[in-house]
């Protein structure tokens, strides 16, 4: 099986990051490089807090991509922390420091430490949309259908 397709990008590593990893990814097949917490010491992240952390890096895009902040699954089960924005979005243009922002769900305090895993970053293709105003749209079968229209999990094998 061959990987995805490889797109370079280019990273500034900044002076308060300069002893911590390069985002990189825990496995072959991650879809995520792990983001470290560029902090000077241990922050404290209350029940209900958020912060925003630094990451001490700034990246360069090429146009066409976008680089998403997503959680990491296992800082979410075992703590209760996650990113607020998942997923946080940074543009083609933007070019200042990465900052995750942290919200803690849990209920006991959450320290984040120097180099600590707290995110991924996913970088991908996206479309750029022109819009077309109509007066109305093609049907289909699920038609106007919101929230919870096709069913909730437990409807998994009773529909008919």
């Given at each position: 099986?061959?990987?995805?397709?490889?797109?370079e990008?280019?990273v500034?590593?900044?002076?308060?990051?300069?002893?911590?990893?390069?985002?990189?990814?825990?496995?072959?097949?991650?879809?995520?490089?792990?983001?470290?917490?560029?902090?000077?010491?241990?922050?404290?992240?209350?029940?209900?807090?958020?912060?925003?952390?630094?990451?001490?890096?700034?990246?360069?895009?090429?146009?066409?991509?976008?680089?998403?902040?997503?959680?990491?699954?296992?800082?979410?089960?075992?703590?209760?922390?996650?990113?607020?924005?998942?997923?946080?979005?940074?543009?083609?243009?933007?070019?200042?420091?990465?900052?995750?922002?942290?919200?803690?769900l849990?209920?006991?305090?959450?320290?984040?430490?120097?180099?600590?895993?707290?995110?991924?970053?996913?970088?991908?293709?996206h479309?750029?949309?022109?819009?077309?105003?109509?007066?109305?749209?093609?049907?289909?079968?699920?038609g106007?259908?919101?929230?919870?229209?096709?069913g909730?999990?437990?409807?998994?094998?009773?529909?008919?």
């Amino acid at each position: 099986m061959q990987g995805p397709e490889a797109v370079e990008i280019e990273v500034v590593r900044l002076p308060h990051a300069r002893d911590l990893a390069l985002p990189d990814y825990a496995t072959a097949a991650a879809a995520g490089a792990d983001l470290l917490a560029a902090v000077s010491g241990e922050i404290e992240l209350g029940p209900l807090d958020r912060l925003i952390v630094p990451t001490g890096i700034a990246i360069a895009l090429p146009p066409g991509f976008e680089a998403q902040v997503r959680p990491r699954s296992g800082l979410a089960a075992r703590n209760g922390v996650t990113v607020a924005n998942a997923p946080g979005t940074i543009d083609a243009d933007y070019r200042g420091e990465v900052g995750v922002i942290l919200v803690n769900l849990g209920k006991e305090i959450f320290t984040i430490t120097r180099g600590m895993r707290i995110a991924q970053l996913v970088v991908a293709r996206h479309a750029r949309a022109t819009w077309r105003e109509v007066t109305e749209l093609g049907e289909t079968a699920r038609g106007a259908g919101g929230f919870g229209s096709t069913g909730t999990a437990g409807d998994v094998g009773r529909r008919g």
